[in-house]
């Protein structure tokens, strides 16, 4: 009987130590793949923050950029419409030279010419 108990223990130490080093050696496996991952994902999340970072330097000069034109843009829309104030004035003044009285009237292109020189109201009697 001491046999019998001897052989069953010798084969549960012989077959537990076995499977020990199984489990070991397959969690050691899992362990080594799952840094294998690990790293390799650290190095996409590294590639990834420098990619968004280069990006938002992108978006940055892209905003950059819209302020300035929509700052030349404001600009150019004051100068067109200073530009049609002025042309609108230039057409008012030329019409009351074409529309005066005969006598003020004498030489319509001369008080015109004046006007677009000088500035100013040219109307002379003759």
């Known amino acids: 009987m001491g046999n019998f108990f001897r052989s069953i223990t010798g084969f549960f130490d012989k077959y537990?130590?076995?499977?020990?080093?199984?489990?070991i050696v397959t969690l050691a496996s899992a362990f080594a793949i799952s840094q294998w991952r690990l790293s390799n994902t650290k190095d996409a999340l590294s590639n990834a923050r420098s990619e968004i970072a280069s990006l938002e330097d992108e978006v940055l000069s892209k905003q950059t950029t819209i302020a300035l034109l929509e700052g030349v843009q404001i600009?150019?829309?004051?100068?067109?419409k200073a530009w049609r104030q002025e042309q609108e004035i230039y057409t008012n003044q030329l019409q009351e030279v074409l529309n005066a009285p005969?006598?003020?009237?004498?030489?319509?292109?001369?008080?015109?010419?004046?006007?677009?020189?000088s500035g100013t109201v040219c109307l002379r009697n003759n």
């Open 75 to 80: 600009a150019l829309e004051e100068r067109q």
């Open 16 to 23: 537990l130590t076995i499977g020990l080093v199984i489990v």
């Open 102 to 117: 005969e006598s003020e009237n004498q030489i319509p292109v001369d008080d015109v010419l004046c006007r677009a020189i």
